[in-house]
């Protein structure tokens, strides 16, 4: 099998795999107790927070780590939100992009059913939002929740680049903007950590260790010192951070070995990666007719191509690629698995059916790319030959 999905999940680092080993003995007492054992573990967990804060550009005492992603994001949101509430407005005002990652949109979901009132961002064609719109949001936004300071909405969430067409966002000038206007910002980097640099200017910051090569089950969430925020949570006794619970101290090690290894590969995996991708993006309109290409050619994450062939159904063409030895994915990027259309092929204003996302983990060949666009044509051939165009989705 030929496993092309690493932006759900990056196969384990060797790096992170010897250092969640080694930790699984180290690293198992309790590391709030004052005996040995537990000062070890406490150690290693301290150490863990100081690395991944060195890769993300923090203070470690900025930095925590959660039970994922998806909880570093809710974290951050309702966090945030419930620290600058500001009665007796209408509510607070949260601005976002339209193709965030499902876990920010259902927060602010959540937020706008306890009365924050939202605004959320279009993007073009390549799925990027326009700057200078989305800080002409921010103004709008504060005149929704009717606040009497007009000082702006009180977060704006926009993610570093798209996990599922892999368009590079324009958080750093969209991070000034919010300084401008004294809106905290959110910055979702969970596509892009050890990938990119991160973009500075953020407020807040959240990635998850599975889409580095780290273990699942380890997020992590970035607070800026000076950003206003209260856990939304009831409280701990343990350790006084922002996340309740017993940390996982080995995983916590692993991410930080996984994060720190593929950040120090990131220039040269990126080089074989984008010329990986660029192969996949030039020959897919060739082989296979009534194709489409999405997302900014140039200004991309370099490991992911999202296509959709046309009078094919999504799910049917994953399914016989995975007959043929490739893992892929189709639908969003976060939602796949509900037979939903993609809400960020939607918010782009192209076709949401018959896509695929191939995403190429950091040792992929070139003759494994090769081998799939040899197969590929195939495949679509004969699901076109099987079914009515009219009628597929």
């Known amino acids: 099998m030929a496993y092309l999905d690493a932006a759900s999940s990056e196969p384990l680092h060797p790096a992170a795999r010897a250092a969640l080993l080694t ?30 804060a060195a890769v993300l550009r923090c203070r470690a005492d900025e930095l925590s780590f959660t039970g994922s992603g998806t909880q570093a994001v809710h974290l951050a949101v309702l966090g945030t939100v419930a620290a600058r509430r500001r009665p007796p407005t209408a509510g607070p005002a949260v601005v976002a992009s339209a193709v965030e990652h499902s876990s920010v949109l259902h927060a602010i979901e959540q937020c706008e059913r306890d009365g924050a ?13 326009d700057p200078a719109e989305f800080a002409a949001a921010l103004p709008r936004a504060a005149a929704a929740a009717r606040a009497p300071e007009r000082r702006g909405a009180v977060l704006a969430c926009l993610q570093s680049a798209n996990p599922e067409v892999g368009t590079i966002q324009p958080a750093a000038e969209v991070a000034g903007a919010c300084r401008y206007a004294s809106v905290p910002l959110l910055v979702d980097a969970a596509a892009s950590a050890g990938r990119l640099p991160i973009p500075g ?7 998850s260790a599975h889409k580095w090569g780290g273990p699942a089950g380890i997020g992590v969430l970035a607070v800026r010192k000076g950003t ?68 900014d050619p140039v200004r991309r994450l370099p490991h992911i191509v999202t296509f959709s062939c046309l009078y094919v159904n999504g ?23 509900t037979l939903r259309p993609s809400h960020v092929l939607e918010a782009m204003g192209v076709v949401t ?19 799939f666009l040899a197969a590929l044509p195939g495949i679509v051939a004969k699901l076109r030959g099987s079914a009515d165009p009219a009628v597929s989705a």
């Open 117 to 129: 009132q939202a605004t959320i961002v279009g993007v073009d064609r390549q799925g990027r939002v």
């Open 315 to 337: 799910e049917a063409l994953v399914t016989e690629l995975d007959r043929a030895g490739f893992c892929v994915s189709s639908g969003s990027a976060c939602t796949a698995d």
């Open 353 to 371: 059916h018959g896509n695929v996302r191939v995403s190429l983990p950091r040792a992929t060949t070139a003759d494994t790319i090769e081998r």
């Open 228 to 295: 206003r925020w209260r856990s939304p949570l009831p409280a701990d006794d343990r350790e006084g951070r922002r996340v309740p619970g017993y940390p996982n101290v080995p995983g916590a090690l692993a991410a930080a070995a996984g994060l720190e290894a593929l950040d120090s590969e990131r220039l040269t995996r990126e080089t074989a990666l984008r010329a990986l991708t660029d192969r996949i993006r030039d020959r897919i309109p060739h082989v296979v007719p009534d194709t489409v290409v999405y997302g």
């Open 201 to 207: 200017g953020w407020s807040l910051l959240t990635a």
């Open 23 to 52: 930790a699984l003995d180290d690293g198992w007492a309790d590391p709030a107790r004052l005996h040995g054992d537990g000062r070890r573990a406490r150690l290693l967990l301290d150490q863990a927070r100081q690395r991944v």
